[in-house]
């Protein structure tokens, strides 16, 4: 198999991604629809896949923020089948390339604190950092957000950011920080199977989670890290 990355080109691409995302967050997930996204992307934003061949593997989709050099990504999507292959860091790299050539050097974006492979990917491979908590963001959700209070962290990802940099260059992949560690805050190792499992157990990982990283960051601490081996974020 060969993979490339590039923007995404015509509707039936774009049809391809809206209907990746109930593959990928579940059947009543409400889905960015294929018009949209080529209408701000071709306003500015971006919408690029990993394509083997013609088929679409995964994508990242992204717009302009009101603050010039900000960008929102707000979707990261890779089929299930297609998992082992690295896409979603390799998209993240694309996207860092394409924002690097267009004056861009902030990206944002969020994602459910208790997640443990997004924490690997978003802060542990890629180097974003993480100080504002989102208590139910996006209200009540369906597919595999049902039944869960829709906690976000806010990554802020500095494009040229020494830990970024350092990634970029395969220099650096894991927990490894360049300020001493003040606080770990463990999650669950897999809280898709506790949230299906017991219900009552992943709404008290949630708010235990939630106050103690709140007040982390009111005592102006910062995610800049996650342990994979102990499932633990790691705060300076």
Known sequence: MTV???????????????????????????????????????????????????????????????TPGVQHSHRLAVLPEARNLGLGSRLKWYQRDWCLARG???????????????????????????????????????????????????????????????RAAGQRNGPTLDAPVVKRIAIPADFSVLLDQDPVAARDARLRVRVAVQAAFAASLVIRGFDPDTSSYLLT
């Open 104 to 166: 861009i050097g902030h990206v944002r974006w969020t994602f459910d604190p208790l997640r443990r492979t997004n924490a690997i990917l978003n802060i542990a491979r890629l180097g974003a950092e993480a100080s504002t908590y989102l208590p139910d963001h996006y209200g009540a959700m369906e597919g595999i957000n049902k039944g869960t209070a829709s906690d976000r962290l806010l990554a802020d990802w500095h494009l040229d950011a020494p830990a970024v940099a350092a």
């Open 4 to 66: 490339t990355f590039r923007d995404l080109d015509g509707m039936s691409e774009f049809l391809a991604a809206e209907a990746m995302q109930t593959a990928v967050w579940g059947p009543g997930d409400k889905v960015d629809p294929a018009d949209l996204m080529m209408v701000i992307a071709q306003e500015g934003g971006l919408a690029a896949g990993a394509f083997d061949g013609d088929k679409l593997l995964g994508y990242v989709f992204a717009f302009p923020t009101v």
